[in-house]
Antibody
């Protein structure tokens, strides 16, 4: 059974770059069945799609964040990562990593989420 | 790219049925049968309840059902139970750039 776990800093400064890692257990991220994504949720607000990476290495990003986002995969470590640059207070949110069966656009596996605050 | 439109809140009594709508455009909901619904309890990660408009993942109660007409998708919960009280989000594939778009969320209150 696949499980996901996010890790990274809980506090980052404005203008810096956020780096988060998602560790996948119970399976391989190289599986052609799944793609791996990031979704965030500002306090008290709704879900926002950030982007995802396919087993081929192809990446797809929310157009509103595209200039600041990089998602990478590290199959040997069963991990994938999120880098978000030029942070502002508006990037304060719970960040979730998630997996979706390819072809469904539906995230059926989620990490527990990690809270990231952007503040000096 | 704007979020899909959902009512901010809905409510119902135990045993009743409720429907949550999710309105998009011809670029997302109206074109692709790739609409999903998520349930989120406070402080918890979202849980997939419906995918591909009408399909239920294994383990999800058959009290939850999905449908779509034109640019609007709907989630119906029948036989409301107290544990159904949560936030619900719709989501659709949006084509170009392989993007995904979420609705603003609906708070379901079980009276």
């Amino acid at each position: 059974q696949l499980q996901l776990q996010e890790s990274g800093p809980g506090l980052v400064k404005p203008s810096e770059t956020l780096s988060l890692t998602c560790t996948v257990s119970g399976g391989s991220i190289s599986s052609s069945n799944y793609y791996w994504g990031w979704i965030r949720q500002p306090p008290g607000k709704g879900l926002e799609y950030i982007g995802y990476i396919r087993h081929t290495g192809s990446t797809y990003y929310n157009s509103s964040l595209k200039s600041r986002v990089t998602i990478s995969a590290y199959p040997s470590k069963s991990q994938f990562s999120l880098n978000l640059s030029s942070l502002t207070a508006a990037d304060t949110a719970v960040y979730y990593c998630a997996g979706a069966v390819d072809g469904t656009a539906a995230f059926d596996i989620w990490g527990q989420g990690t809270m990231v605050a952007v503040s000096s | 790219q704007s979020a899909l439109t959902q009512p901010a809140s809905v409510s119902g009594s135990p045993g009743q049925s409720i429907t949550i709508s999710c309105t998009g455009t011809s670029s997302d909901v109206g074109t692709y049968n790739l609409v999903s619904w998520y349930q989120q309890h406070p402080g918890k990660a979202p849980k997939l309840m419906i995918y591909d408009v009408t399909k239920r993942p294994s383990g999800v109660s058959d009290r939850f059902s999905g449908s779509k007409s034109g640019n609007t998708a709907s989630l119906t919960i029948s036989g409301l139970q107290a544990e159904d009280e949560a936030d619900y989000y719709c989501c659709s594939y949006a084509g170009a750039g392989n993007t995904v778009i979420f609705g603003g969320g609906t708070k379901l209150t079980v009276l």
